[in-house]
């Protein structure tokens, strides 16, 4: 018998020790404003993170802050670090400062920063540690790959909604504009054959204000709208669906979404993400660095196993790729000023509603 209770009393220990453990997750994901289903940023990161997970068996996880704002974003991957974070993956130009901050604040956790490089609130300092990663992404070469083959495609009414008016989403309109002048100018279309709407929305949220702009933008003559802002992407293509009309997605190949999609400008978020994971693991951590995914490194590009074209081809569509990855058609916008009417005349009119 006491042999029994003594067998009874070291197996309530053992459970008193699991029951008692904090389960931790080494691999974490802090989503900006949106979720991370928001077919864009957040979920793209999220799908490079726990491609890496799974296929390595890490424990994994993602936190979403209560607000928008710096020191939610600090208290959340605060959060993170005390549930076992040994590398956290911030998805957006908004954990610039967050992170700035972080890197110094935790030196023995991994930050990589997706879509920003650290700096100072006054941007008076930039800085990233050697527990950093910068990743960037040529944003231009994406939206030239789109608003190339939407013209090479037969499309001439083209709309162009951004969110806010990032860099980033900058980048994307003008580089969209270029591409569609770019082909307008191969298959020798006269001056002012095309037409491109352009506006900010301001906002990255789904409203029913900017569905209504799309739908009136679809009734009086634009095809397509290249939807670039994560959750706006939701009215636009609910407006393409009311009129009939189509939609170029952002940031992830955004063919699920819906019917309306014929292709989406894509930043290789997946890739990039689980490629900076994987390089920590391997023992090639690119702390301090910045990384550019382009053409050239397969950072950018369409998904054109899931286009819907009618006659842009597989062929069409690597004899540009690869003009831009060599650099016979160089990068046009280095600068982030200027302005997207500044093209030539093959475009009509650019309206800033």
Known sequence: MKKIGVILLALLILLSAACGKKETFELALVTDIGTIDDKSFNQGSWEGLLQYALENDVTHKYYQPAEQSNDAYLNTIELAIKG????????????EV????????????????VDGVPHSDDYSTFKT?????????????????AGYAAVKDGYRQLGFLGGMAVPAVVRF?????QGAEYAAQELGLAPGSITINYNYTGTFEPKPEIQTLAAS???SGIEVIFACGGGIGNSIMAAAVQTGKKVIGVDRDQSEDSP?????????LQYSVYKCISDFYAGNWPGGKTLVFEAANDGVGLPMETSKFQTFSQA???????????GVIPRMLEAEGGSPSAVPVSIVRVLDI
């Open 260 to 268: 309306t999609v014929i292709t989406s400008a894509m930043k290789v």
């Open 316 to 326: 069409d569509y690597d004899a540009i790729f690869q003009k831009l990855a060599s």
């Open 98 to 113: 967050p992170i700035f901050i972080a890197q110094d604040r935790y030196p023995d956790v991994h930050f990589i920063l």
């Open 173 to 177: 309109g003008y580089g969209f504009i």
């Open 217 to 219: 933008w679809y009734n």
């Open 84 to 95: 076992g974070a040994k590398i956290i993956v911030t998805p957006g130009f908004l954990f």
């Open 129 to 145: 540690a050697n527990n950093t990663v910068g990743v960037l992404y040529a944003e231009d070469q994406a939206g030239f790959l």
